[in-house]
């Protein structure tokens, strides 16, 4: 069984500061990671996507990936009140079968 | 351009009524997957259809069938709802092009309620 894990929060930062939100996978095959970002009662929307180990900035956020420790990881800085929302974790299977796996979300809350 | 939309936005049913959720996309994908999403766990995928004319199951299948009708509508039937089926539902959709082809794209969610 293939699985996406992230840690169901809620994390909680003051506005300002640098948001941290980590993911770990289990098929060593994937080749693509994304970030969603779902507002309470909204659909998934995709933030970024990433499929190179290192670092890619974009804007306010930016996703690290280590492929040999399985690990995905997305930064906000100067976080807003209006990034408050649960972030999900999605890394494509492998075998060319275009499908995702989700995780199941990290809650983020942030405070003025 | 709508991107995807979905129809009925909520739905009640009661324990044994059949219904259709309806998906559809004007972006030319190829790929559309349907999708629930219960409280405390991820997307999980119920069917998906990688181009028109074929469908596949989808790590939570039972109690659903899918219809690709053309390559703008993919349909999710639920036969005789149960209890179970409770959940939020999602439609997604992404292009064919390789190296970001699995970006996807979800419309706005059905909500259905199974008495």
């Known amino acids: 069984q293939k699985e996406v894990e992230q840690n169901s929060g809620p994390l909680s930062v003051p506005e300002g500061a640098i948001a941290s939100l980590n993911c770990t996978y289990s098929d060593r095959g994937s080749q693509s990671f994304f970030w969603y970002r779902q507002y309470s009662g909204k659909s998934p929307e995709l933030i970024m996507f990433i499929y190179s180990n290192g670092d890619k900035e974009d804007g306010r956020f930016t996703a690290q990936l280590n492929k040999a420790s399985q690990y995905v990881s997305l ?3 100067d976080s ?3 990034d408050s929302a649960t972030y999900l974790c999605a890394v494509s299977l492998s075998g060319g079968y275009n499908k995702l796996i989700f995780g199941a979300g990290t809650r983020l809350a942030v405070h003025p | 351009n709508a991107g995807v939309t979905q129809t009925p936005k909520f739905q ?7 219904m259709t959720l309806q998906c559809a996309q004007d972006m030319n994908h190829n790929s559309m ?3 629930r999403q219960d409280p405390g766990m991820g997307l ?4 998906y259809s990688a181009s028109e004319g074929t469908t596949d199951k989808g790590e939570v ?7 690709r009708l053309n ?3 993919f349909s999710l039937r639920l036969e005789s709802a149960a209890p179970s089926q409770t959940s939020v539902y999602f439609c997604a959709s992404n292009p064919p092009v390789a190296g ?4 996807q794209y979800f419309g706005p969610g059905t909500r259905l309620l199974v008495l």
């Open chain 1, 80 to 82: 807003q009140p209006s």
């Open chain 2, 44 to 47: 999980r995928l119920i069917y």
């Open chain 2, 71 to 73: 390559k703008r509508e």
């Open chain 2, 100 to 103: 970001g082809g699995e970006t």
């Open chain 1, 75 to 77: 930064l906000i800085r």
């Open chain 2, 12 to 18: 009640v049913l009661k324990t044994g009524q059949s």
């Open chain 2, 61 to 67: 299948p039972n109690g659903y069938n899918v219809s």
């Open chain 2, 33 to 35: 997957y349907w999708y």
